[in-house]
């Protein structure tokens, strides 16, 4: 089945660094990654549309300047969280797509990031 | 604006019951539906309907989609205390965008 794995699971920094976070298809090409953020006990909002080779596509209100999103090849898209203060703390998660299919979105196992 | 809207956004039942689960929608240009169940760490995927009236089914849990309506459920018989976790219902629209519901908050007790 399809593997999505992002990497890492968690973090905890202080304020003003900035962090990296992969994402991977583990056993499909995926042109197109998501990139979304979730609250306690709030659902999944969408940040931005990863596509391979091209600029990513930001959610309105979401600060491109801040969420740096590449997406170098088909198989690994990377969100850094640039200067990051304590409000960027939350639950980050990547989801891929098949390049040429009806099949769902899968999910990574999320990134936990906490900021001091 | 397109939204999901989920139904009750919590519920606890206790081992054995029977429970039903909705999802209403509004999304301009409508691609499929999904479900899936998230527990401490990401969603897992349960179930994709794209047709209306066509039940899937996978063990205690089934699914179906009124597409006329504009909502689908998610039924999960037998509940056992495996089944707690939030279920998210999205939508995928024509440009492959997914938008979340609320998600219901399932706590099954023993």
């Known amino acids: 089945g399809a593997v999505v794995s992002q990497h890492p699971s968690w973090v905890i920094c202080k304020s003003g660094t900035s962090v990296k976070i992969e994402c991977r298809s583990l056993d499909f090409q995926a042109t197109t990654m998501f990139w979304y953020r979730q609250f306690p006990k709030q659902s999944l909002m969408l940040m931005a549309t990863?596509?391979?080779?091209?600029?990513?596509?930001?959610e309105q209100g979401v600060e491109k300047d801040k969420f740096l999103i590449n997406h170098a090849s088909l198989t690994l898209s990377t969100l850094t969280v640039t200067s990051a203060h304590p409000e960027d703390s939350s639950f980050y998660i990547c989801s891929a797509r098949r390049t040429v299919s009806n099949q769902p979105q899968h999910f990574g196992d999320g990134t936990r990031l906490s900021i001091l | 604006e397109d939204k999901v809207v989920q139904s009750p956004l919590s519920l606890v039942v206790h081992e054995g019951d029977t429970v039903t689960l909705n999802c209403s929608y509004e999304?301009?240009?409508?691609?499929?539906l999904l479900w899936y169940k998230q527990e401490k760490k990401a969603p897992t995927f349960l179930f994709m309907l794209?047709?209306?009236?066509i039940e899937k089914k996978s063990g205690r849990l089934s699914s179906i989609l009124d597409k006329k309506e504009l909502f689908s459920i998610l039924n999960i018989t037998a509940t056992q205390t495996g089944d707690s976790a939030i279920y998210l219902c999205a939508v995928l629209n024509q440009g492959g965008k997914l938008i979340f519901g609320q998600g219901t908050e399932l706590s099954v007790k023993p």
């Open positions: 794209t047709s209306s009236g």
């Open positions: 990863s596509n391979e080779g091209s600029k990513a596509t930001y």
């Open positions: 999304v301009t240009n409508f691609r499929s």
